[in-house]
């Protein structure tokens, strides 16, 4: 008895799972601050930088997951916030960041993305999910990553939420109706600004009205601390909702 439910402690930490659901990837899925199942809730997806990679399930690398499963914000807006874990030597998108942007002609999704769209199909399933509040943010690393599942996902997202990443100008057109913000520094010194403001002109040219941008004049790569502290993005964040018809 006591070997099994050491095999579920052991579980239930590198897995993150109450119920019966499974991914390739470590995941933690925090639930609402008083969860009632007679209510729907919004559903956050997290997506980590680099130093958040391995097996470890510790929800490292995203300001997001820290800030949002914060007890005082939990009281304020009850959510349901998912973080996978990305393994060691792998990446959300196969690119080069120091490029700033990427083809996604040439690049397919990466088995991780994949495993991470199964996990967010598998968590609104199984929960009380608000279908019309599902929102994904990511920092550096996990910023590409939301860039290419939102483009993957046309219209199923509610808003979304990039730091110090970039993506495909190509694929701006197809962006224009979700709620997004996009932050980066001036000098990054990992990830070339040139991208992200190639982006932006391609969103002002099309006149997007739902899109947001602001450049840090800093040398900081790892501006989400500002961000998150700062920019009221969380309130942002909530008050977007997706129409269902």
């Known amino acids: 008895m006591k070997l099994k439910l050491l095999i579920i402690l052991i579980l239930f930490t590198l897995y993150g799972c109450k119920d019966e659901i499974r991914s390739e990837l470590p995941f933690i899925l925090h639930y609402p601050y008083e969860e009632n199942n007679t209510k729907l809730y919004p559903l956050v997806i997290c997506l980590h930088d680099a130093d958040g990679r391995g097996n470890d399930n510790l929800g490292r690398g995203s300001e997001a ?7 005082s ?19 959300w998108v196969n690119c080069y960041w120091t490029s700033g942007n990427y083809d996604m002609g040439i690049l397919e999704i990466t088995d991780q ?7 967010i199909d598998d968590v609104i399933e199984k929960h009380n999910i608000d279908p019309s509040r599902i929102y994904i943010t990511g920092q550096s690393m996990g910023s590409y990553g939301v860039w290419d599942l939102a ?17 495909d100008t190509s694929k701006v057109n197809q962006l224009l109706n979700l709620p997004l913000k996009i932050y980066n520094a001036e000098k990054d010194p990992l990830v070339p600004v040139r991208g992200v403001r190639a982006i932006n002109k391609k969103f002002k040219e099309l006149k997007a009205n739902k899109f947001h941008y602001k450049e840090y004049k800093t040398k900081s790569h790892n ?10 993005v969380i309130e942002w964040m909530f008050s977007q909702k997706r129409s269902l018809h």
């Open 65 to 71: 997951y820290k800030v949002l499963t914060d007890s």
């Open 73 to 91: 914000q939990q009281i304020k807006t009850p959510a349901f916030v998912l973080i996978p874990q990305c393994p060691k030597a792998k990446k």
């Open 113 to 119: 993305l994949k495993a991470v769209n199964d996990l």
């Open 151 to 167: 483009v993957r996902k046309p219209g199923f997202f509610s808003a979304g939420l990039m730091i110090s990443g970039g993506g």
């Open 223 to 232: 501006i989400w601390h500002q961000v998150w502290g700062q920019e009221k």
